[in-house]
């Protein structure tokens, strides 16, 4: 199931006519635009969030704080520790807040998009489903507008709700936000590219090759694994895209946004599945320990009762979780299905071989050019 909203704004770049060219003057000052960007963007997206709490906008300020978080890690060889390390443990804080609301919604989703079952009381307990799923998100959201608005590990993070008043320090008095440090005695001759996008392409390689492609159902660990660390690569190209080339990055960055997409839908049918065992053990561990307190007042000398006092498990509840979870099974074995036939594809293509070639000539390999030509 594909996410509500998956539009974001154009990712800002390194402006140059090819990776070998950049120079640490011109690259410092386009690097600190595109921090400084990111992290307006954020800004912004965190003041849209408390006047506009719904699932576009929690999806919007997760994109925002992720892209600037992966920002932060390409650029991470270039900066000073000192600047960037408490900054990205704070974001790292701010998504894991929101993680659980997010799955919330996409699940809700996915149980609205499930085809209705013929059986009544079967239709009645995804109904009973979707409510359990509801109230959920209803704590939630109240859970986290109040970190939003009070919470004091907000007041803590590196980038105040109000722009224009800064940042107050725990004892009231104002705090310029940070600015990007960068070490130009990082560079040590080699071209940007090569010095923070070589590490993230090997890494997706080393993940990739921990993925089980011939046994789906052992997969959920490493997929997400490899989604994050695909997610990573992408954004890093996207800031180099003019500089590596527009023209030619278009059906790579294409490819790892299919990829993406399939590994996150992957992700959101493992997590949905999860959560509906955790849902119908917790009815079954509930059901036996009502039958044996039932057993013990029925059977015990001081309080014999004739009939049972609880409710015996409900059948049609267990049906409904076994209806979500096939429907569900099915819909990302097909996600997994595209997602091993598109990395096969790029196993022919030699595609870590041909971008780690392109990251330190800095120039394009002629199979990449030929896809942009097509």
Known sequence: MAPGNTTSKPAPRIKSARAGSLNPVSFLGEAQKILLGRQES?????????????????????????????????????????????????????????????????????????????????????????????????????????????????????FHKDVEVGRRRHDGALQADPVPIFLESAFNGLTVPTKMLVPELEEVKRRQSEVNWLKPSESDESLHSLRVQIKRLRYGFEIFQTSLGARETGPLLARLKKIQDLL??????????????TLLLSR????????????????????????????????????????VFRRVSRQRGSYFSEARRIFIHLERMQWHETLFEWLVSGKCPPIWKKLAEA
């Open 42 to 158: 954020f800004r912004k997206e965190l003041q849209r969030i408390q006047k506009e709490w719904s699932p576009d906008s929690i999806h919007d300020v997760r994109v925002a704080c992720r892209r600037f978080r992966s920002t932060l890690r390409v650029f991470a060889p270039m900066l000073d520790p000192a600047f960037s390390l408490p900054i990205d443990k704070a974001l790292k804080r701010f998504m894991k807040k929101f993680n659980t609301l997010r799955d919330c919604d996409v699940h809700i989703e996915l149980l609205d998009s499930i085809r209705k079952p013929s059986l009544r009381r079967t239709q009645n307990s995804i109904s009973n489903l979707r409510s359990i799923f509801h109230g959920d998100k209803e704590a939630l959201d109240g859970e986290l507008k109040a970190f939003i608005d009070t919470s004091g590990e907000f007041a803590e993070f590196p």
């Open 284 to 323: 079954l561990k509930e059901s036996y320990r009502a039958t044996r307190r039932d057993i013990r007042g029925r059977l015990g000398p001081s309080h014999p009762s004739p009939k049972p006092k609880t409710k015996t498990f409900d059948g049609s509840f267990q049906q409904a979780i076994f209806y």
């Open 264 to 277: 996150g839908w992957i992700h959101d049918c493992d997590t949905l599945n999860l959560r509906l065992r």
